[in-house]
Nanobody, 124 residues
Framework: QVRLVESGGGSVQPGGSLRLSCDLS????????MGWFRQAPGMEREGVAI???????RYRDSVKGRFTISQENAKNTLILQMNNLKPEDTAMYYC??????????????????WGQGTMVNVSS
């Protein structure tokens, strides 16, 4: 059974940092993207950061230079390091799997598997 379990969310002041972690068990596809989406109140879900099977990474323009996606533990753990957080980063963050294999497509598309989400609140 495929399972994604996120952790690391919380509340932080603008300019602060958080490190999100996703533990993955079960691989439904031979090749796939893994990454993070988010959904702010009243907004649609949007791609934040993606890494594909070749290690290629893509980021949403608004987080470039601030967020870093990485893999640990033989790709069973997915990390999102978030620095210089802004109020507009406030959202529910979801660990995702996409059966497509090109990072650019995965960032813009609709993921196939979602975690339960972890809340990030950035405010003073």
């Amino acid at each position: 059974q495929v399972r994604l379990v996120e952790s690391g969310g919380g509340s932080v002041q603008p300019g602060g940092s958080l490190r999100l972690s996703c533990d993955l068990s079960g691989y439904p596809y031979d090749s796939m993207c893994m990454g993070w989406f988010r959904q702010a109140p009243g907004m649609e879900r949007e791609g934040v950061a993606i890494v594909d099977r070749d290690g290629q990474k893509r980021y949403r323009d608004s987080v470039k230079g601030r967020f870093t996606i990485s893999q640990e533990n033989a790709k069973n753990t997915l990390i999102l390091q978030m620095n210089n957080l802004k109020p507009e980063d406030t959202a529910m963050y979801y660990c995702i799997i996409d059966r497509r294999r090109i990072a650019t497509y995965c960032l813009l598309g609709t993921p196939d598997i979602w975690g339960q989400g972890t809340m990030v609140n950035v405010s003073s």
